[in-house]
């Protein structure tokens, strides 16, 4: 077999990953127009107190920040930062349109649980991303329904996700027929490939009709029948995929990093614009800076807040702003002091930012923390430090209220992973806070 059939088949293979893995699905939905979720994984524990909650120095204690030896925080509207990398261009930017939720406690110094329970809500396996059940519920049948670039993306069977990389290699599997040396050539014309296509589909259908087959095998057959009826709206992807002189470069953002967050957001903007997916994870990595901290942060600061601003730059221009929801976190965030190796450790306060366009409840700020950074008390109706009918913030209170403001509260795919006994939280209720 040669190589391109391999890649080819393994690229449908993986297609038939982004269907739902219990229900027969039919035609995708074509040129999909509705609601679009971005979500931005910081990955390996954020310095909030070097970005969206900025704390500085006390006189006889730890050092917290280095920034504040020489200034104090800033502000853009309501909402209060650090001077630190680009974030002043940053949250003036966009202070009107995000909401800082700060003091979310995730409750474990650990990886695995800071990435499990701030994606998902829970601290536990098993259950959903955001992301996941927002395309499960908004566009389930789109071919490339739910992105992820290598980051958490736990579905629980509600959705399967298509892991994109590399843009050169995605062009040419769009492109199964064109011939890699040669985009005017093709192995087999149009009408050849609708017979294939045609064959394939009869193939499976038969297949399918065998009332004998196993559950596992039933279900494996009607993602790969998805994945084939969808095959016309991929190649339709592939006019919005970028030439080769205008894919992003990788970028060099400190002497561990090397990212390819801009093509991420690329290939994201090209798939919402297309109409071909509705909901994305997208992943830097290098947060975990436990020696030079700041040599090491504040270049992935920059880079996280340009890549965000490059979303919004490509939503604007290309039509699709007004129906975009950006979400950004992280494991947790560092200790308040630097380590005997100019580090930060682990620390379970951490913040969420979560971004619309001219969203009522913008330029606001919630979730308070003391000067060691530590998390205060909040009412959940009022927004304010109330020790004695608050509760500290958890990612399950921001979970909640995410599914209230992207309209998956009561609905099918939350059916069995509702947050039961929890606090509502008036996060995006206008006037509040």
């Not at 919630?366 to 109330?386: C, R, S, W, Y």
Request: one cysteine or more; proline letters at 4%; a negative charge.
């Amino acid at each position: 077999m040669r190589r391109r059939d391999v890649l080819t088949r393994s690229f449908w293979l993986g297609v038939t990953a982004l269907s739902l893995p219990t229900t027969r699905l039919f035609a995708a939905e074509a040129d999909y127009r509705g609601p679009l979720l971005a979500v931005f994984q910081a990955d390996g524990g954020w310095d909030v107190t070097s970005y969206c909650d900025p704390k500085v120095n006390i006189s006889g204690a730890p050092e917290i920040t280095k920034w504040s030896q020489t200034q104090g925080a800033r502000t853009a509207g309501n909402i209060a930062y650090a001077p630190f990398g680009n974030n002043a261009a940053f949250f003036d930017k966009y202070a009107n349109d995000m909401i800082v939720i700060n003091g979310v406690d995730a409750q474990t110094n650990s990886h695995t649980t800071g990435v499990l329970h701030n994606w998902s809500g829970r601290n536990a396996r098993g259950f959903p991303t955001i992301t996941a059940m927002f395309a499960a519920h908004q566009a389930a049948t789109l071919p490339l329904a739910y992105i992820n670039y290598g980051g958490f993306g736990d579905t629980a069977n509600l959705i399967r996700f298509s892991r994109l990389d590399d843009v050169n290699s995605l062009r040419q599997l769009l492109n199964p027929g064109q011939r890699a040396w040669d985009a005017n050539q093709t192995d087999r014309t149009p009408e050849d490939l609708a017979r294939i296509r045609s064959f394939r589909r009869a193939r499976n259908a038969r297949m399918l009709n065998n009332d004998s087959l196993l559950a596992r095998t039933r279900d494996t057959l009607e993602a790969y029948d998805s994945a084939l009826n969808s095959a016309g709206e991929l190649e339709r992807f592939a006019a919005f995929v970028p030439v080769d002189e205008d894919v992003l470069p990788r970028v060099s953002v400190n002497p561990e990093i090397d990212s390819n967050l801009p093509q991420q957001v690329q290939l994201t903007a090209a798939a919402f614009e297309a109409g071909v997916a509705s909901a994305a994870d997208l992943l830097l990595r290098g947060f975990d800076t436990h020696q030079n901290h700041d040599a090491l942060h504040e270049p992935l600061i920059s880079h996280l807040n340009d890549g965000i601003d490059l979303l919004w730059t490509m939503a604007e221009e290309r039509g699709f702003a007004d129906r975009l929801t950006v979400v950004i976190g992280s494991d947790f965030s560092r200790t308040p002091r630097y380590n005997a190796d100019n580090g930060k450790d682990h620390w379970p306060i951490g913040s969420v930012i979560v971004m619309q366009k001219n969203a009522p409840w913008g330029n606001r700020q919630v979730g308070v923390t003391d000067e060691g950074h530590n998390a205060f008390n909040i009412n959940p109706a009022t927004l304010q430090v109330d020790s004695e009918n608050g509760t500290v913030i958890y990612p399950k209170h921001v979970h909640k209220a995410l599914r209230r403001l992207l309209h998956l509260e009561g609905t099918r795919v939350e059916s069995g992973l509702e947050f039961l006994a929890t606090e509502d939280f008036a996060f995006f209720e206008d006037g509040v806070g």
